[in-house]
């Protein structure tokens, strides 16, 4: 994979990553995916999404801080997230990814410790050299902040697929933003958004074999003229 393929391949191309290789992505291409994602579009231009990527020995000492903040049921989230406030066909299409991503490693629905076992690679970030958490400043009722750090997020996924990387967001790791602002000290005013791991994707494990479909065009689209 090149940063010349067609912007069409790319968007297609791109899926969420949940394994990774662990070896880490050399320091340019990583600035280089960095400043691709610079390049978003916000409200007036504020640019409010404030960007910390975790590598190395800080990156292991995180996720170990994160794994003891939730054997001790510490949740922390600075905004509310509840799957079970899904309804309708957002529930169906919600319950679908978790069905296939259960079938593609094994796991069977009934068996609850590989379901949680499964869940909590989300906090060893699927493996990923790298973690790069999304910070935001409070205004307002947050939803042009979010809005913003979210056209952000979307350009970084799409440089990285160019680059023949992966990545994946995860909201999961926004319920830990107490332990990670204490781990990185980053100021209290910051808030967590979610995360996105990356690095090479190891396309061989089964975690990354299934894709899921996306809704037609007329379930999202409505032509006015």
């Known amino acids: 994979m090149s940063a010349s393929m067609l912007f069409k ?59 003891a903040a939730d054997d001790t049921g510490q949740l922390t989230p600075d905004f509310s997230f509840d799957t079970r406030d899904f309804h ?17 490693i094994g796991v069977k629905r009934e068996d609850f410790n590989q379901r949680r076992d499964a869940s909590r690679r989300n906090l060893e970030f699927f493996g990923a ?44 790791l926004g319920f830990y933003a107490e332990t990670i602002r204490q781990e990185l000290d980053i100021d209290p005013s910051m808030k967590l958004l979610f995360g996105i791991s990356l690095g090479y994707p190891d396309r061989d494990h089964p975690a990354n074999q299934y894709r899921i479909n996306k809704a037609l065009l007329s379930e999202s689209v409505t032509f006015h003229q």
């Open 129 to 172: 050299p790298h973690v790069a958490l999304l910070f935001m400043p409070k205004v307002g009722d947050n939803v042009r902040v979010a809005g913003d750090t979210g056209m952000y997020a979307q350009t970084l996924l799409l440089s990285l697929t160019a680059h023949g990387l992966g990545g994946i967001p995860q909201t999961m």
């Open 9 to 67: 391949d790319v968007v297609r191309e791109r899926h969420s990553v949940r394994h990774f290789l662990p070896h880490p992505i050399p320091e340019e291409i990583l600035r280089s995916v960095l400043e691709d994602a610079q390049r978003s579009p916000s409200n007036c231009n504020t640019q409010p999404w404030q960007t910390h990527v975790v590598s190395g020995a800080k990156r292991d000492a995180l996720s170990k801080a994160i794994l």
């Open 88 to 104: 309708g066909v957002y529930h169906e299409r919600s319950k679908a990814q978790g069905a296939a991503y259960y079938q593609a």
